[in-house]
């Protein structure tokens, strides 16, 4: 590890509420994103949530904020020292929740199911991160790279139509389509991981230069966000299922 990023025993596996709290703000902009998509699934609304730009904007700074999030997060690990074991027991919390996402759509959605979302963009993007964590600056270039490969390869498709088969499931969660597959949420590695790099790249600069804007205090009416934020996860998985179990014992909304 850089020595710049080394820390006194004291900070080991610290919290730091600043970085929860922006978390929890990306996980209650989700829940309420998400519920106005089950009202509308079950017909309290009439919106078009897969090509509207309020809701396809929206999805999107809330998918940005939450792998940035996840990018800060592991540079705050990898300069406390975590260790493999524990990566690993962290990681196989958000392999299984992302089967669980997939099993459960599956029953929901049989003809659009998750196959490839924000949780398994996470599984995989996660061990590559942390693998990278020692790139310095060059996060930066790569988290560019990946962005700018997403209108890359559309322009791709069209000089070259042999890569059609990028658009076939086996291989569209790397992200390198013409066209976006019909599933309910769809998080490729092209481009999402620049996000997630740009988040640890991010996070390892305000470590080195801006220690207090990561470390310090929050208001107290953000504790509520900084509790959401650490448990994410927990939260990920059971918002749906309560949401959805609320509006199915309310029942559908009257016809005219």
Same mark, same amino acid.
């Given at each position: 590890?850089?020595a710049a990023?080394?820390?006194p025993a004291?900070? $080991?596996?610290?919290?730091?509420?600043?970085?929860?709290a922006?978390?929890?703000?990306?996980?209650?902009?989700?829940? %309420?994103? $998400?519920f106005?998509?089950?009202?509308? $699934?079950?017909?309290?609304?009439?919106?078009?949530f897969?090509?509207?730009?309020?809701w396809?904007?929206?999805?999107?700074?809330?998918?940005?904020?939450?792998?940035?999030?996840?990018?800060?997060g592991?540079a705050?690990?990898v300069?406390?020292?975590q &260790?493999?074991s524990r990566?690993?027991?962290?990681?196989a919390?958000?392999a299984?929740c992302?089967?669980l %996402?997939?099993? &459960?759509s599956?029953?929901m959605?049989?003809?659009?199911?998750i196959?490839?979302?924000?949780?398994?963009?996470?599984?995989?993007?996660?061990?590559?991160?942390?693998?990278?964590?020692?790139?310095?600056r060059?996060?930066w270039?790569?988290?560019?790279?990946?962005?700018?490969?997403?209108?890359?390869?559309g322009?791709?498709?069209?000089?070259w139509?042999a890569?059609?088969f990028?658009?076939?499931?086996?291989?569209?969660?790397? #992200?390198?389509?013409?066209?976006?597959p019909?599933?309910?949420?769809? %998080?490729p %590695?092209i481009?999402w991981?620049g996000?997630i790099?740009? &988040?640890?790249?991010? #996070?390892?600069w305000?470590?080195?230069h801006?220690?207090?804007?990561?470390?310090g205090?929050?208001?107290r009416?953000?504790s509520?966000?900084?509790?959401?934020g650490?448990?994410?996860?927990?939260?990920?998985?059971?918002?749906q299922?309560?949401?959805? &179990?609320v509006?199915?014992l309310? #029942?559908?909304p009257a016809?005219p």
């Open positions: 590890m850089p990023l080394q820390r004291q900070d $080991h596996r610290q919290r730091y509420d600043r970085i929860d922006l978390r929890g703000v990306a996980i209650a902009w989700m829940t %309420v994103f $998400h106005c998509f089950d009202l509308n $699934h079950f017909g309290w609304l009439h919106q078009n897969y090509a509207d730009p309020l396809t904007w929206q999805r999107t700074f809330i998918v940005s904020l939450f792998l940035f999030c996840a990018g800060c592991q705050i690990a300069e406390q020292g &260790g493999w990566f690993w027991k962290r990681w919390q958000v299984a992302a089967l %996402v997939t099993a &459960g599956l029953w959605y049989p003809k659009s199911f196959y490839f979302g924000v949780l398994h963009a996470i599984a995989v993007m996660l061990i590559v991160v942390r693998l990278s964590a020692g790139w310095g060059w996060l270039i790569a988290g560019a790279v990946c962005l700018a490969l997403k209108p890359a390869a322009f791709a498709h069209q000089v139509p890569l059609d990028l658009n076939d499931r086996a291989f569209n969660w790397l #992200g390198l389509v013409s066209r976006k019909i599933t309910e949420d769809y %998080v %590695v481009p991981i996000v790099w740009w &988040g640890m790249a991010t #996070g390892q305000l470590l080195r801006r220690r207090q804007w990561v470390t205090a929050i208001a009416g953000a509520p966000l900084a509790w959401l650490r448990w994410s996860l927990s939260w990920y998985m059971l918002h299922p309560v949401l959805i &179990g509006l199915m309310v #029942g559908r016809g």
